[in-house]
């Protein structure tokens, strides 16, 4: 296929396919089967110039080139996905903070992976590059020096990063799928509310969703954040009259699973020592019976 016009990857794809999922074309980007002018491309944002010849590959024609995982013993209190000397990748329990608070919290994911990493050199350190909310459960990177810390925190910064949740809800959305586009404020109570954009303190929060499943209790969402703001997803669904299960403070009628039903799917990102795409995923643990 070729365009006449300059454009992002992404959005070349999406025009070819279109009855083909977003989802479903960053995968053929991470997996290498999308070319340009005979070079594979991974990034979605990259621009395609006019003329330009874009090829798909098939998988049996991809040739993988996995990064070598290091050989450590597994720590039983933290979930291991992925880890090489630059980065590790854990599933994170719901009801455990990602990081302290200014309370000093002893146990939390950072201080177990800090634990975890000691073990086996005395000066390692995992270094913060982002974080999930203590109900929230899923993939969690974390960077194993500062300067590895710093790409990628750049990379979150600049939305490049693509995170998938999956989220249980009360009762059935009106729609297959729609985007909750809203400003959100923290006040000094640390909780999250939509107010007017003209708010100086306000955040912009962008989450698109789609049904997955659904019942007559509960529906099984799939979301994807551009933004990463404290309670964005919870908040978000709340307003839309389908409140994440369990979570009380937004809404919710109950808790039947005992926890707040989010949790983050997968994460894809450009390895830092390599640049070549990434992805972690970790098991959805809930859904509509």
């Known amino acids: 296929m070729q365009f006449k016009e300059d454009m992002e990857l992404i959005e070349a794809l ?11 074309l960053r995968k053929m980007l991470t997996e290498g089967r999308i070319l340009v002018d005979k070079k594979i491309i991974h990034k979605a944002k990259y621009i395609v110039k006019k003329g330009s010849k874009i090829s798909i ?82 993939v ?9 810390k710093k790409y990628l925190q750049e990379q979150f910064a600049n939305r490049s990063i693509h995170r998938n949740y999956h989220a249980l809800v009360e009762g059935k959305p009106t729609k297959e799928k729609g985007t909750i586009h809203e400003w959100l404020l923290e006040d000094k109570f640390l909780k999250v509310k939509a107010v007017n954009k ?4 306000a955040k912009e929060a962008i989450t698109h969703w789609s049904l ?22 919870r908040v978000g669904l709340s307003n839309i009259g389908n409140p994440v299960v369990g979570d009380n403070q937004h809404g919710a009628t109950g808790n039947p699973i005992g926890r707040i039903a989010l949790h983050a799917t997968s994460l894809e990102l450009l390895h830092p020592r390599t640049d070549d795409p990434v992805r972690f995923e970790a098991p959805i643990p809930f859904g509509p019976e």
């Open 14 to 24: 999406a025009s070819h396919f279109p009855n083909s999922k977003r989802n479903k």
């Open 57 to 138: 590959l098939n998988k049996k024609e991809v040739v993988d080139k996995p990064i070598k995982k290091s050989q450590k013993t597994p720590h039983s209190r933290i979930k291991i996905l992925f880890e090489d000397e630059d980065i590790i990748v854990v599933n994170k329990q719901a009801g455990l903070l990602s990081i302290a608070t200014d309370k000093m919290e002893p146990d939390t994911l950072h201080s177990r992976v800090n634990n975890y990493l000691q073990n086996n050199t005395k000066k390692a350190w995992a270094f913060i590059v982002h974080r999930l909310d203590r109900e929230t459960s899923g």
């Open 140 to 148: 969690m990177l974390f960077a194993k020096n500062k300067n590895n």
């Open 198 to 201: 003209r708010n100086p303190k």
């Open 212 to 233: 997955v499943d659904s019942d007559e209790i509960a529906s099984l969402l799939i979301l994807t954040i551009e933004t990463g703001r404290r309670h964005q997803i």
